[in-house]
């Protein structure tokens, strides 16, 4: 233990008296939750700006069923309506200005639903191209139906409506949804970055070498690192979460199982990063080798958004990822207050994080051949 | 002289595929001896003592250091309590006082010597609290000894203590080990200095291309009459071993660095 404390106190030392990873340390979690939040903490009802040209005037007036369909676009809320000029050339003016949808009622629109035989002309990007299409198309699909039923005089009756009850306590925003994948994927980046780091620059030094020919086992050098890596997963975490209260007004907060889950995060990244080192000679290596385990695990955990959207084969890989039960446990703890699933997950992290480090003692070689 | 033996190396061999680093040395190192190890880059100076210190295996022979074997792993654990190790090229932490790297190699042992009495002994007192970067090359040296020195061994090792540093830098360390000797600490030493091994040497080995070509007090293996040309001759290759005149050494500063890409 004497060992282990020299080597936290020696990285820790060595940490304050460096001012650019001093910075970066602080720096790092500030801009993540700087940037992440200015995303994602925009209102949740989300809008999409549509153009309307009502071609359907009479006596320099719209008629009375263009003007109800343009209404009823309007009261649904989800879109900003530009009225164009009936006037304009349509086609003109959306290469001119780079309008990405308008909505055209055709003159002769009145006249043409009453002997039932309407359209209206929607051009936009296929939803293939631009993904908000299918929305934009789906709420105009709506909007068109119940103007049908409304002009028929067809109105179905109500068998069942939706009532909406939240299964989370607070009144969370999705930034809320947010933090916990933030802390997950800063622990991971802290963790892996500062473990390979680390060896590789001590080993470049001729420190390992030299602490090899003590009494110290190669097993209280890792838990030695793996302790100031916690010791900066802790600030972090207070880092974003302060960030994040005090401009977003997040409202999670970490219980007490959460820490655990941090906690455990905080050990099994190091620990991989252990076992990374062991292959990285040089510190120009360090960084990719990390670029190369970071990255993949940043977008394939389901830290940026739910992994229900990714395909089959990708959520199949997600579940022998490292980050993903970090992501599920923290959520399960912050948000859904499901004890059960953040132990389950904190169990699996430092099964984890055991197995690497041991592994890490294992193979890890000060010894040369 | 107390004629225990500090270090006993057996017919020792090191092969890396079908190289021979050391091919078959032997020698006896009595306790409180200063032990040169001379010849020049590639010899198999550092090989030799990283297999005493237990950072690299052997291909065959034995090696014992303070009668405890290096192939043994419990003899390893006892080995490291009891050596002290200046590896070649060795750096500490940047951003560590002189003091504190100290007690942290201090610490990796759980014994040895006060501290502040061995930054004294290493003449560092006026930058105890000064950072590992900010000093000299000749400060930093000094600082490097002082942690082969934290657990009071009963062994250094120092491979190659003086390379790098200015004559003035090279006198001080010498002072420094002929400290240790009168301490009757043994002290295994290599270097391609044949001056520094003449002037701090009991015992004096040349090694050139893994094998030990002469032995014995520096008077008897002639060591003043040891040149380049003798490796030369040896086995054809350039070395870098020089005489102990300081003239000699700067105008061959230019061959020698020749010699190191070659060899």
Excluded at chain 1, 222 to 247: D, F, K, N, P, R
Excluded at chain 2, 104 to 133: C, R, S
């Amino acid at each position: 233990m004497r060992r282990v404390l020299a080597i936290l106190n020696g990285a820790l030392r060595t940490w304050y008296r460096s001012k650019p990873t001093l910075f970066w340390t602080l720096a790092f979690p500030v801009l993540l939750m700087l940037l992440f939040g200015a995303i994602f903490s925009v209102s949740q009802d989300p809008t999409f700006d549509l153009h309307l040209q009502n071609q359907d005037i009479v006596d320099g007036q719209p008629t009375v069923l263009s003007k109800t369909f343009s209404d009823m676009l309007n009261k649904t809320e989800i879109f900003n309506l530009h009225i164009v000029d009936s006037t304009e050339n349509a086609t003109l003016l959306i290469e001119e200005q780079g309008i990405q949808r308008m909505l055209i009622i055709p003159s002769g629109f009145q006249a043409d639903c009453i002997s039932r035989n309407a359209s209206i002309i929607l051009k936009m990007a296929p939803p293939e191209v631009e993904t908000a299409s299918a929305t934009v198309r789906s709420v105009v699909d709506n909007v068109v139906e119940i103007f049908n039923a409304v002009v028929s005089g067809q109105s179905p009756p109500k068998v069942v409506t939706i009532e909406f009850e939240s299964i989370v306590s607070e009144s969370f925003q999705f930034i809320d949804w947010f933090v916990p994948g933030l802390i997950a994927m800063s622990l991971m980046t802290t963790g892996i970055f500062g473990a390979i780091g680390w060896n590789t620059r001590n080993r470049e030094l001729g420190i390992l070498k030299k602490l090899a020919t003590t009494p110290l086992s190669k097993l209280e050098w890792i838990i030695g690192v793996v302790l100031y890596e916690l010791v900066m997963a802790a600030i972090s975490t207070v880092v974003i979460l302060t960030i994040g209260i005090l401009v977003f007004d997040v409202k999670v907060l970490p219980s007490i199982y959460s820490i655990f889950l941090i906690v455990s995060g905080a050990i099994a990244f190091p620990g991989i990063g252990m076992v990374v080192a062991r292959f990285v000679k040089e510190s120009d290596a360090a960084d990719a080798a990390a670029n190369a385990i970071t990255f993949p695990m940043m977008f394939l955990s389901g830290t940026f958004f739910p992994l229900e959207m990714m395909p089959d084969f990708l959520q199949q890989i997600a579940k022998v990822l490292p980050l993903t039960y970090l992501n599920n446990g923290l959520r399960d703890s912050m948000i859904y207050g499901n004890v059960t699933s953040a132990l389950t997950n904190t169990a699996i992290m430092l099964g984890i994080g055991a197995f690497f480090i041991i592994l890490g003692a294992l193979i890890t070689s000060w010894r040369e051949e | 002289m107390d004629m225990e033996v500090a270090i006993e190396v057996k017919s020792l061999v090191k092969k890396y595929g079908n190289l021979t680093a050391v091919d078959g040395i032997s020698f006896t190192v009595h306790k409180g001896e200063v032990f040169a190890f001379v010849g020049p880059n590639g010899a198999g100076k550092t090989t030799t003592v990283e297999i005493l210190v237990c950072l690299r295996n052997l291909t065959s022979g034995e090696a014992r250091v303070n009668g405890f074997n290096v192939q043994d792993r419990k003899g390893q654990q006892e080995i490291r309590k009891r050596i002290g190790v200046l590896p070649q090229d060795f750096n500490t932490f940047d951003l560590l006082t002189v003091k504190e790297n100290l007690i942290y190699y201090k610490k990796m042992y759980g014994h040895g010597i006060d501290i502040d009495k061995l930054i004294e002994l290493v003449d560092l007192k006026d930058k105890t609290n000064a950072l590992y970067k900010n000093l000299s090359g000749g400060l930093k040296k000094r600082l490097a000894i002082a942690t082969a020195l934290v657990n009071d061994p009963e062994v250094v090792f120092l491979d190659e203590p003086t390379t790098g540093l200015d004559p003035r830098a090279r006198r001080d360390m010498w002072n420094l080990v002929k400290g240790l000797k009168e301490q009757g600490t043994t002290v295994f030493l290599t270097t391609h200095y044949m001056d520094e091994a003449e002037t701090l040497a009991d015992t004096v080995a040349i090694i050139n291309s893994g094998k030990i070509i002469a032995m014995g007090t520096p008077p008897r293996v002639n060591i003043k009459t040891w040149r380049n040309e003798d490796f030369d001759r040896q086995k054809g290759r350039k070395a870098i071993i020089r005489s102990a005149s300081p003239n000699s050494f700067r105008s061959k500063a230019g061959k020698r660095r020749r010699c190191c890409r070659s060899s």
